[in-house]
């Protein structure tokens, strides 16, 4: 029977077969939760259950119960890898009890947990999603959506989500969930179904059934459909609410979902879209005009249910729990709908597990309607035929005002339901559904009737627009199982015979034969008895594929014992002796899990098989050939030689040991209709490996004697030939063989089947085959198809009778084409049958020949190529016609121009997915072509990768504008086109700038290092993270970073050295070191505030380690003897609390090392609270240090509330603090709120009077003024000038320290109106210049305005000040507010009232104090004025101070007696201090010279005057001041930068700690240190408005006499510099090597009014300027490539790079060494050509290439190629030119030329050896020579200063040798066989090679064309140049082929 022969001819091998087993499974053993699981191994045919009715159902009731069987299930998905990796392996989601395991696992690779969940309570269902996480509103695009991937497990009454990247979600579910499905969009839920538990009356609407949940933070919201309904047929949209209806399947790609309508017995597809406005508009109107009672109870219930849920009450306790109306519900055991239920094989495990677990659960979920029926009103019985409406929710109701409606998201729309003539039986629902595609793409949507033993696939496809979907007919195939073979487009269906049976489509591709496996047996004709219920099949625990109760209104239970009632069952023999048959062998029961293209069998034993479906090809040349006939071919006609080609190829004892593509030949000609085993050279292809064993073995001969025809068949083998062609056989000199031709005439009238499927086809598929051929000759790693598939063509091409494709063909490879003698004959009427394609030119189109017209400037016809398939030849079409030709659209659009698209009937989708591809180009407006062309090659994903397997002549153009960017690429191109030019210090830029905001890996890599070396020997002083490299790099000429550290530890005992005098008792000896000690300890307690800046932003903690906070170590050490002096020895009194502030500034310091960019969370931070301790003072300083680099911001309002209710004050503080900072000018209300509780002036009149501590309210106030910093809130700025005055109170408060709260206030007021000045809007009744001014300078106290007068009634009892403003308190505040409020407005009025005053009189009534305050305040309004010299400086001073201080170093008695010199000797230095200080600011972080000067000498006289004898006059405290206030000026201009001079002032000051020197002084001294060396070099200031109101509080000139001192400044807003910090280190670091490394770098600033446009040359690593002021910035050569960023256009992206540690890559030029090594740059390889006198120097020394290239390549190039030996001399001409070659492309920095130059060379030599057998090489030459022609010509290369890529004498010394060589041969031999060849004679084979060398070479038309020109009987040189003027020969080529043409050399004369 033909039948039983055409399965067994068509068996498909399956490939390797493993057992299989869940990964999880084994897993789930070793879980810690396994011990509560009490997973037992089961049995095996329990273990997995199948998903039939048969087995199982027997399996079950023999071993084991339903709940047992709900242990485990499992499904597998295809991983999706990163983007970049080509991974194939199965990702696995485990389900078993409480567990989910997700793991990963492939052939290659073991399997791994990737994964592991355990949840409270069993686990339901698990699976799969991706959410769309919601973008920001300003992005509305969909495409730009970012997808999470998310595992989600549901439980009984909640769903988990995890994502990948470690987020947790918890979704609450409202109702009981029957089932939940993955879409494109989200969660879909089905809701339980509670048929059973009430009955329906008519009057209730029923509730929403299907539900979707986008995102796991939104509400559950019902589904909406629309779909036509009713007679009208009007679509109408409404909430889905029919009960019958059951989501089968849901697909995200195309978003599609089907459904079962258990009533109607009918599957529907639907389409899920997001729904419309106005479609959500009409579902919650509905109804609105009837807007019965009813209607609004129910929806309001609904909706206040889902409300309660979602908020994540309990669901029972739910307001529907008690009704007892309904007893059937009380509890649900008792119903026997729900008991019957327990025992149903068939229910789903979600139902099963939630009834029979839970009865309880009944009630409180979304059981009934008649739970919303809770509402007062009636309802109306007069519904009419609304009562099937949809429950509506009224958007507009008013009678439910305190619930919103839930707005649904999702909406079906109707695509298709199934026809109604296949037999609508019961119980036909799908138990399997899935979409595959066939092998020309077509795709199906295939699903199971599991109980009809049917498959039922619908062909579907997208309309032209692509909006819809358009579905066919149902084809019918009679199957048990089935399931998809993704990778391969078919499916592997499982017959009711148990034959595997592979399809493609519908259509059937042969059985698969598995080895190991038992066929079934044929002589059984009943298939498997297949004992039905009416419900369909058992849910198994393997398969939980049955995911639906089935319909549960039938009156049938379904019983134990299975019934054979069923219509279409085909067996007659008794249902035990099957049983019995049955379990002799074991059958493939089902199919399960397909990935790619595996799938799992599951054994009528229990036992899982996985096996692999065999691939269509392996072979890249096969897959090109198949996808050009597929494309070509009509696509019935194309499945048809697909399935023909899958079932040679993978015929069982398949192409082991045999060329898939002699296959792939010999199968596609027996298609054509040609008998390959009689053609010659398809007769050696099967004879190498014959097509099966079984043809073999009737081929092979019998006789073991060998034969003359052995010797033959060896010598015409493909693999003589090629070896003969070989380099190896030529440079053996081996004599070729003379091949004794076969006896060729036995077949001499060969012809072909013109019968065949594809005979009327070969036209069209020769063509594309050519096109293929021309698209391999573009890949040199395709060279060796290219040969294989020419002798093909050659043979179609001669039986086509084509000669000008003959003729290329063989120009190509004349040695393999000459081989091929046979013609097979195709007749006049074979001929008609032909389709002849419209395509199929008579020219036959070259890539070559196009590409070489188009650098010749010819005219030419579009090249034809196959979309898709043909991508190479389009891609250098198109850069050729940009790049050559100029045409900047050619990469941009589809260009029909260069391109033809060849068409056939069937292309739809191909043209859609091109267009769609194009578009992403955006059109870039770069300067030039090479720019263009780079940057669309990016867009097109082209790597240099692809470059290099592009021949050397096609890619130079490519190559060459690759080379003209490099030089200068823009800064703002992506990675990808930074690294196609070759720059990897840009490409690397780029990656970092797109990694996110975390620490670059390199600087990690640094700060490692500098820590690990000398962590053993010292211990934490909290300055070992910096980062030592980078600071050694910076200030490389001395040890000054260690003198830093030295000068800034506080971690070792101090050296206590007195001298014990004679006359000194031991006891007061002691005394006199704790003394001295004492003092030290002063110095100690201010070094964490500079040490904070010395270690700002360095280091990155770990998230699981407390952050170490160094101590502070009060102790001595007394020499000679190293005796440990202590304070705590009770022999001196020491202050209380006196480390208390220092150990909070120790704290802050700590803190401050944390980078911004740190990973840092909430419970980070509480975790570093020492535990079961009260909280700390260096706590408290952490956390403000937190807020001031902005993680506090993270910390949770829990945690927040938890510190200050503590009643810490120094947490609170630091607290508060650090809050505002982080929130700085966000006027963020919740943090408003919690600063107003500590600020009783903010708080209401009425309220309770709160014990808030002075300190803390002095932070409040601060902190306001940094939330609302310049926001000119009027409330706050209101509140806030009054508190600056703010009167003592009665009962003691506000007595103590008002100086620092009224300073606070005033500091914060001017920070609010920051810069503001006289455009306060809305503030105008308030005066705020004239009402600080009167706090300035006193007077009479004006009333309190609005609430607060009550407050201040009862003045205090202990401070009387009358009713004048007290100036000592409120000065500073005032004169500091007005400076911040008039800053750099340049307001001179205001500034005036500054002026110092100018007569004795007035002079006597500020304090010199004052005078300080103001000039600084003057100064800082008059901004533009300040000059950076000491005349600006004097200017400040009166001139009546200025007077009296000229004689202040003469004697004192010389002086006028009415002066009073000490007034005036303070006056004077303070109001210098003042100007000074003035400048700092306006010159912070500049390192302006001329500053720096007029400041040092200012310090320098301050330093002479505090020992001078005058220095009592001024006072010595008064003197302190002012020098610490000039020491920190200094400090401001130059910070960051490290100054020597600057350093050796702070270290003497350091050393200073007697006399007058207190703690206040020490902290400004080191601050002045810290400031110098901020962030270690890294950072430096900002003069904007913000940084200066930040230093101005930092800095504040008057310092704590103490260490407890807070009297007139707080000492936490000492930390307050770091909001003025901001990084500006540009660190080059080296690509290569990723060290940091110097670069000349050239800065060029903006003109401004203070100076013109101007260039600076800067060495980096150093810091840049403000980066406001500059025009741009670029690293300079010679060392390195160039790198320019304009700052003109915007600086964010130079910001970005300073923020993460300011690396910029930077890539050494070849042949040059780095600065370090070579500072001068005489050491590079050019400098040493130049001071050589030979020229033999130019071949360079291996030895020196190592020097200037780290390629490997290179370096090895150098090591066996150039290094000369003595032995032979002939090869020294090679070395010599091998190294002046890798000389060049070392200096020019173009590595990538060597193999180009190499083939150009080698190729050369082969031509003179005559060994060349193919004229590949002789086309690369020839288009190389043709481009550098073409570029002279041009000019756009004329004016570039690039050089060439090619040397044009090596291209000049290659070209004089080609022509020699040739010219040779033309004269020795050459011109008889070219004669011949021009007149069709057969050609002598040893010169055929040469020949085609020569024709190409000189690109000598077709015999066709010359023969066209009509040249017979031209008799002279003249004629002949005319005629063949219109071939554009060359002239050169014309003069070597008229001699022979002409015949007659003399007829050239004429």
Not at 1275 to 1287: D, Y
Request: hydrophobic content about 40%; proline content about 6%.
């Amino acid at each position: 029977m033909s039948n039983v022969y055409e399965e067994r001819v068509t068996m498909i091998a399956a490939g390797e077969m493993q057992d299989f087993i869940p990964f999880g499974r084994d897993h789930c053993r070793r879980h810690p939760n396994a011990t509560n699981l009490q997973l037992r191994q089961l049995q095996p045919a329990s273990e997995l259950w199948s998903s039939d009715g048969d087995a199982g159902l027997v399996g079950s009731l023999r071993e084991v119960t339903i709940h047992e069987k709900q242990k485990e299930s499992w499904h597998l998905r295809k991983g999706s890898c990163e983007v970049g990796e080509e991974l194939d392996y199965d990702e696995e989601l485990y389900v078993a009890g409480n567990m989910v395991i997700w793991s990963r696992g492939s052939k290659s690779h073991a399997a791994s947990v990737y994964k592991a969940f355990t949840v409270d309570s069993p686990v339901l269902q698990a699976l799969w999603c991706d959410f769309s996480i919601p973008q920001d509103k300003t992005e509305c695009a969909e495409a730009q959506e970012k997808r999470e991937k998310c595992v989600c497990i549901v439980q009984r009454s909640c769903v988990n989500v995890h994502t990948v990247d470690g987020k947790d979600y918890i979704a609450p579910l409202p109702f009981q969930v029957a089932d939940v499905w993955a879409t494109k969009y989200g969660l879909m839920f089905e809701r339980g179904n509670p048929i059973q538990e009430l009955p329906l009356s008519p009057l209730r609407e029923p509730l929403p059934t299907m539900f979707s949940m986008l995102h796991p933070l939104d509400e559950i919201a019902p589904l909406v459909c629309k779909s036509g309904v009713g007679v009208t047929n009007i679509p109408r949209v409404q909430y889905i609410a029919d009960y019958t209806l059951k989501i089968v399947f849901s697909s995200s790609a195309p978003s599609i979902i089907m459904t079962y309508d258990t009533v109607q017995s009918l599957h529907t597809v639907w389409t899920l879209r997001k729904i419309k406005t106005e479609e959500q508009n009409t579902v919650l109107r509905y109804h609105s005009a009837a807007g019965t009672s009813q209607h609004i109870a129910t929806s309001s219930s609904l909706t206040a249910h889902l409300r309660s849920v979602s908020k994540g009450e309990s669901p029972l306790a739910s307001p529907f729990q008690n009704i007892s109306s309904f007893p059937s519900q009380n509890r649900s055991t008792a119903s026997p709908g729900a008991h019957s239920r327990s025992h149903s094989p068939s229910i789903s495990n979600m139902a099963a597990l939630s009834r029979s677990h839970s009865p309880s659960l009944g009630a409180s979920a979304f059981s009934g309607v008649q739970r919303f029926n809770l509402s007062p009103y009636t309802p109306s019985p007069k519904r009419g035929r609304n009562s099937h409406s949809p429950n509506s929710t009224l958007s507009d109701s008013l009678l439910v005002p305190e619930t919103e409606p839930v707005i649904p998201e999702l909406c079906l729309d109707h695509l298709w339901t199934e026809g109604v003539q296949n037999m609508r039986e019961k119980n036909s629902q799908a138990t399997k559904v899935f979409i595959t595609s066939d092998l020309c793409g077509q795709k199906f949507l295939c699903y199971l009737v599991e109980s009809r033993h049917q498959l039922r696939c619908v062909k579907f496809e997208e309309s032209n627009d692509l909006t819809q979907l358009i579905f066919g007919t149902v084809t019918v195939i009679q199957a048990k199982d089935a399931a998809p073979v993704e990778s391969v487009n078919t499916m592997v269906v499982l017959e009711s015979s148990g034959n595997l049976v592979l399809y493609t489509g519908v259509i059937r591709v042969g059985k698969v034969f598995i080895a190991g496996l038992p066929t079934p047996s044929l002589s059984v004709s009943n298939p498997m008895p297949r004992p039905s219920t009416p419900l369909g099949s058992v849910s198994t625990p393997a398969r939980p594929s049955t995911r639906h109760p089935g319909a549960l209104d039938e009156a049938v239970w379904p019983s134990p014992v299975p019934e054979l009632s069923d219509s279409n069952k085909i067996h007659d023999s008794p249902y035990l002796d099957d049983c019995t048959f049955h379990q002799i062998g074991t059958y493939i029961h089902s199919l399960r899990d397909p990935v790619q293209n595996r799938v799992t069998l599951e054994m009528s034993n229990g036992n899982l098989i996985r096996i692999t479906t065999p691939e269509i090809t392996n072979s890249q040349l096969v897959k090109k050939c198949l996808q050009a006939i597929k494309y070509i071919l009509p696509k019935e006609v194309a499945v048809q030689v697909l399935i023909k080609w899958y079932n040679a190829y993978n015929a069982p004892g398949g192409p082991n040991y045999h060329s898939e593509w002699s296959m792939f030949v010999t199968c596609l000609m027996n298609m054509m209709g040609y008998s390959t085993d009689r053609l010659t050279w398809t007769r050696n292809l099967d004879l190498e490996g014959s097509l099966s064993p079984v043809i073999a073995a009737k081929k092979a001969r019998p006789s073991d004697v060998g034969s003359d025809e052995d010797w033959e068949y060896l010598l015409a083998c493909d693999y003589h030939r090629s070896f003969e062609s070989h380099l190896l056989a030529g440079a053996l000199h081996l004599d070729p063989l003379e091949v004794l031709h076969p006896k060729e005439e036995i077949f001499a009238n060969l012809g072909l089947d013109a019968t065949t499927l594809l005979f009327s086809h070969i036209p069209a598929i020769f063509f594309v085959l050519h096109l293929i051929y021309e698209e391999l000759k573009l890949d040199n790693l395709m060279r060796e198809g290219a040969r294989s598939l020419v002798i093909l063509l050659y043979q179609l091409a001669r039986d086509l009778k084509l000669d000008t494709y003959m003729d290329s063909y063989w120009r190509d490879y004349p040695l393999l084409v000459n081989t091929l003698k046979q013609t097979c004959k195709i007749d006049q009427a074979q001929t008609r049958l032909m389709q002849q394609p419209p395509f199929l030119t008579a020219e036959p189109p070259s890539i070559y020949h196009w590409l070489s017209s188009c650098l010749n400037g010819d005219v030419m016809s579009p090249f034809p190529y196959l979309p898709g398939i043909c991508e190479r030849t389009k891609l250098v079409v198109q850069s050729f016609a940009l790049y050559i030709l100029g045409d900047e659209k050619a990469l941009s659009h589809e260009p029909s121009m260069y391109l033809s698209r060849i068409t056939a009937g069937q292309r739809k989708q191909q043209v859609e997915e091109d267009n769609r591809r194009l578009s992403l180009n955006p059109c870039n407006i770069t300067s030039s072509l090479a720019a263009k062309l780079v940057v669309s090659l990016t867009n097109l994903g082209f790597t240099l990768k692809d470059l290099e397997s592009v021949p050397f002549g096609v890619a130079l153009p490519i190559r060459d504008a690759i080379y003209h960017c490099r030089e200068q690429p823009s800064s703002d191109w992506s990675e990808a086109a930074c690294s196609l030019i070759g720059r990897q210090d840009l490409s690397k830029q780029a990656h970092e700038g797109n990694l996110h905001k975390t620490k670059s890996a390199i600087g990690h890599l640094l700060l490692s290092d500098g820590a690990s070396g000398n962590e053993a020997e010292e211990e934490e002083d909290g300055m070992n993270d910096m980062n030592q490299d980078l600071m050694s790099l910076i200030w490389n000429e001395d040890l000054r970073v260690q003198e830093v550290r030295r000068l800034l530890q506080s971690t070792h005992p101090v050296r206590v050295n007195v001298v014990q005098m004679p006359e000194v008792s031991d006891h007061e000896y002691i005394e006199e070191k704790e003394n001295r000690l004492l003092q030290l300890c002063q110095r100690t307690m201010a070094l964490p505030a500079g040490r904070g800046m010395f270690t700002l932003f360095s280091y990155h903690p770990v998230p699981t380690e407390p952050l170490p906070i160094p101590k502070l170590n009060l102790t001595g050490r007394a020499p000679p003897r190293n005796t440990t002096v202590d304070l705590n020895s009770g022999n001196i009194d020491v202050p209380p609390n006196m480390a208390s502030w220092a150990s909070f500034h120790n704290g802050v310091a700590a803190g401050l090392k944390i980078a911004p960019a740190s990973q840092i969370d909430s419970a980070w931070i509480v975790y570093n609270r020492q535990k079961n301790t009260e909280l700390t003072n260096e706590y408290a300083g952490l956390l403000m240090a937190l807020g001031l680099n902005g993680h506090l911001s993270k910390l949770t309002t829990m945690s927040i509330h938890d510190y200050l209710s503590k009643g810490h004050e120094m947490t609170s503080i630091g607290l508060l603090l650090g809050i505002s900072a982080a929130k700085l000018g966000t006027m963020d209300i919740s943090v408003t709120r919690l600063l107003s509780i500590h600020i009783p002036a903010l708080l209401p009149p009425t309220s309770t009077e709160l014990d808030v501590p002075h300190n803390l309210q002095v932070a409040a106030v601060m902190g306001v003024g940094l939330v609302y910093q310049g926001t000119a809130h009027r409330h706050i700025a209101e509140v806030l000038l009054t508190e600056i005055g703010r009167p003592p109170g009665p009962e003691m408060e506000n007595c103590t320290d008002r100086e620092s709260y009224s300073l606070a206030a005033g500091l914060a007021l001017g920070m609010v109106c920051l810069g503001h000045g006289s455009n306060l809007i809305g503030m105008s009744d308030l005066n705020v210049p004239d009402q600080l001014y009167q706090y300035m300078v006193g007077g009479h106290r004006r009333a309190q305005p609005g609430i607060h007068r009550e407050k201040h009634k009862s003045p205090s009892y202990q401070i009387k000040e009358g009713d004048t403003v007290n100036v000592d308190v409120t000065c500073p505040g005032a004169t500091l507010a007005l400076a911040l409020l008039y800053l750099k407005t340049n307001n001179r009025s205001i500034a005036d009232w500054l002026r110092a005053p100018d007569t004795q009189y007035l002079l006597d009534f500020v304090k010199p104090e004052f005078l300080l305050m103001r000039t600084l305040a003057r100064g800082l309004i008059m901004w533009d004025e300040i000059k950076p010299n000491p005349s600006w400086i004097n200017s400040n001073v009166p001139p009546i101070v200025r007077q009296n201080n000229t004689s202040l170093n003469t004697m004192d008695g010389q002086a006028p007696e009415d002066v009073d010199l000490q007034t005036m000797r303070q006056a004077h230095i303070n109001i210098i201090a003042g100007a000074c200080m003035a400048m700092g600011l306006r010159f912070a972080g500049s390192s302006n010279a001329a500053a720096f000067n007029c400041l040092y000498k200012y310090v320098k006289m301050f330093l002479e005057s505090v020992s001078s004898p005058v220095a009592a006059l001024a006072g010595h405290h008064n003197l302190e001041t002012c020098l610490s206030v000039a020491l920190l000026s200094l400090a401001l201009v130059m910070a960051g930068t490290g100054n020597l001079k600057v350093l050796q002032l702070c270290r003497f000051m350091h050393k200073r700690t007697g006399g007058e020197m207190n703690y206040g002084f020490h902290m400004a001294t080191h601050m002045a240190l810290g400031l110098l060396f901020l962030g270690g070099g890294r950072y430096s200031l900002c003069t904007s408005n913000s940084a200066i109101a930040a230093l101005l509080c930092a800095l504040y000139p008057r310092f704590p006499a103490h260490s407890t001192d807070n009297r007139y400044h707080l000492q936490a807003l000492r930390h307050l510099y770091v909001l003025a910090a901001e990084p500006r280190l540009l660190v080059p670091v080296d690509v290569d090597t990723n060290t940091p490394c110097y670069a000349l770098i050239k800065v060029t600033y903006k003109a401004s009014q203070w100076c013109e446009e101007m260039t600076v040359n800067l060495m980096a690593p150093s810091l840049l300027p403000e980066l406001h002021l500059l025009k741009e910035i670029k690293v300079k050569g010679p060392k390195y490539w160039e790198i320019m960023m304009d700052l003109s256009k915007g600086t964010p992206s130079l910001q970005s790079i300073l923020s993460k540690d300011g690396f910029l890559y930077v890539k050494l030029r070849a042949g040059h060494l780095s600065y370090t090594e070579d500072p001068k740059g005489f050491r590079s390889l050019l400098a040493q050509t130049f001071t050589h006198k030979n020229p033999e120097f130019l071949s360079i020394k291996p030895e020196a290439v190592s020097a200037f290239t780290s390629d490997p390549a290179l370096l090895s190039f150098a090591e066996y190629f150039c290094k000369h030996s003595k032995k032979e001399r002939q090869k020294q001409e090679v070395l010599d030119l091998l190294s002046s070659i890798l000389h060049e492309c070392v200096t020019q920095e173009k590595p990538e030329m060597l193999p180009t130059y190499m083939a150009i060379d080698q190729a050369a030599r082969r031509l003179e050896r005559k060994e060349m057998s193919e004229s590949f090489e002789l086309w690369q030459i020839k288009l190389v020579q043709q481009f550098y022609n073409c570029v002279c010509l041009q000019d756009q290369f004329k004016n570039s200063n690039t050089e060439l890529l090619i040397n044009p004498e090596f291209l000049l010394a290659m070209k004089s040798t080609l022509d020699n060589t040739l010219d040779q041969w033309l004269h020795a031999s050459g011109d008889v066989m070219l004669h011949s060849y021009l007149s069709s004679q057969p050609v002598e084979e040893s010169q055929v090679s040469m020949l085609a060398c020569f024709l190409v070479y000189h690109s000598v038309p077709t015999l066709q064309q010359i023969a066209a020109t009509g040249i017979e009987g031209t008799a002279s040189f003249s004629e002949l140049l005319l005629k063949f003027s219109r071939l554009h020969l060359p002239v050169q080529a014309l003069l070597r082929l008229a001699p022979v043409i002409l015949g007659s050399p003399q007829a050239m004369l004429v």
